[in-house]
């Protein structure tokens, strides 16, 4: 399945945002996560930088095999 992102505009958000969002605490972070649609956030960096466990992943970033 391939997607055409001709008319969308990525953004991403913070491990603050995400805390903010979710309402995250200390004990969530230790966590393992998985990051859904995050786009070209910053959370999984920020997360990983602090030895945390998340794996991310989003259709903007398929691959396309020929």
């Known amino acids: 399945m391939v997607f ?8 991403g958000r913070s491990l603050a945002d995400y805390q903010k969002m979710f309402n995250l605490s200390d ?5 393992s996560i998985l990051d859904c649609g995050g786009g070209p ?3 999984n960096a920020e997360m990983t930088r ?3 466990q998340v794996i991310s ?10």
């Not at 055409?4 to 953004?11: A, Q, S």
């Open 41 to 43: 956030s910053s959370f």
């Open 27 to 31: 004990d969530d972070l230790q966590s």
């Open 57 to 66: 992943c989003d259709p903007i970033y398929t691959a396309v095999c020929i």
């Open 50 to 52: 602090q030895k945390n």
């Open 4 to 11: 055409k992102l001709e008319n969308v505009v990525p953004w």
